[in-house]
């Protein structure tokens, strides 16, 4: 009997070939692209996907990672407002960044693939503290800059400095997410009870990142604001755009669902589940305040030219802190947490059993 079990993976991986190659004119690890832009070793272009294969600079619209097979679309530079100016108090003021253009995955990142990075690296235990150089470009450190932060934010964030240092070694457990792993079963579910430290090492493993908090945002809701990936209309039992807690509608999954799944709640781009199914994580320190105390109010000090480009021009966050920002909501979430806009956060070294991630690969 088991040698004649077709594998969920297998299946899920032949579809995939299906669907995403069908209409190429020529799509291999090993083949010629179709465009003048270099991409990154172990990228190639993925055609026939949309109406415009293409950008106005020639980027192509959709790329996929040979190393795990997943598929990535080009969200263009955007300058649209983030935040919200009547949500929770950790999502006001709403306010005006840009972000340029970069690759989202399309899925969230799932336990086969995931077992691929466990069975390859097999990293495990602490071993890394958190001004480590490798996470360098998470935050600024110059000290010209860092003076001119309000004396309210700059006390609490020191505060939080001196209580949170010992938390930030990196402790991995690549274990953790078998608990909710049944090969052959949900290989094609999101991966999840993965801290953030184990979801960075996995996008670095294959050549990408995890999503700042303005890219994710970016890339759910679109230049348009939507409240949810979909728009602005409530779900219902007819037509099931998310996985989340609804007693009342359903949404047909008890537990994760398929990262192909709900693709009538796609974002602008095409992203499937910005909503519900696992909360992922943002590569930011998450602050509640960040917003409304240290940048974006009116009538705030004079700032240096670099803390403003690091707010308003491929935001990057707090310069540190405690947690890491998760965002969209969870299986596990009422509808109002999968909001576009909904912040929310969680220790870097916690294995939550509906947190997962998807990365994203910068090409400025």
């Known amino acids: 009997m088991k040698t004649k079990r077709v594998c969920v993976s297998a299946m899920f991986f032949l579809f995939l070939s299906v669907v995403f190659f069908s209409s190429c004119a020529k799509v291999a690890c090993d083949g010629e692209m179709t465009t003048d832009v270099i991409l990154p070793k172990n990228y190639v272009v993925v055609q026939g996907l949309g109406d415009c294969d293409y950008d106005e600079e020639n980027w192509p619209t959709y790329i996929m990672n040979c190393k795990d097979g997943s598929v990535m679309v080009l969200v263009p530079e955007t300058t649209y407002v983030m935040g919200s100016s009547a949500g929770r108090p950790n999502e006001v003021p709403a306010h005006v960044v840009k972000v340029d253009k970069f690759y989202i995955d399309l899925y969230e990142v799932t336990n086969v693939q995931f077992n691929r990075f466990a069975k390859a690296t ?31 934010w700059r006390a609490a964030s020191d505060e939080c400095y001196e209580l949170c ?10 274990e953790f997410f078998k608990k909710y792993w049944e090969p052959c079963v949900n290989d094609c579910h999101p991966v999840r009870a993965v801290s953030f430290w184990e979801a960075w090492y996995y996008t670095r493993w294959v050549g990408k990142d995890l999503p700042t908090e303005a890219e994710w945002e970016l890339a759910a809701k679109g230049p348009q604001g939507r409240i949810y990936p979909w728009g602005d209309i409530q779900p219902d039992s007819r037509n099931y755009r998310l996985n989340y807690i609804a007693p009342s509608q359903g949404d047909g999954a008890d537990y994760t669902a398929s990262v192909t799944s709900y693709a009538a709640g796609r974002s602008p781009y095409g992203v499937y589940n910005m909503a519900g199914n696992v909360w992922e994580w943002a590569k930011d320190f998450y602050d509640p305040t960040f917003y409304s105390v240290t940048n974006f109010a009116a009538g705030d000090e004079i700032r240096c030219d670099l803390e403003v480009e690091r ?17 969209g909501g969870a299986f596990t979430s009422e509808l109002a947490k999968c909001r576009t806009t909904f912040r ?9 059993m509906n947190i997962g991630f998807r990365g994203v690969l910068r090409i400025r």
Do not use: W
Not at 122 to 151: E, H, N, V
């Open 122 to 152: 097999k990293r495990q235990g602490c071993f890394m503290k958190k001004d480590d150089p490798c996470l360098s470009t998470a935050r600024i450190t110059i000290d010209s800059c860092y003076p001119t932060l309000t004396s309210k």
């Open 311 to 327: 707010e308003f021009v491929n935001p990057q966050g707090p310069m540190f802190g405690c947690n890491r920002v998760i965002r």
């Open 165 to 174: 240092e010992s938390l930030q070694d990196c402790c991995m457990n690549v």
């Open 344 to 352: 929310n956060s969680a220790n870097p070294n916690y294995h939550g």
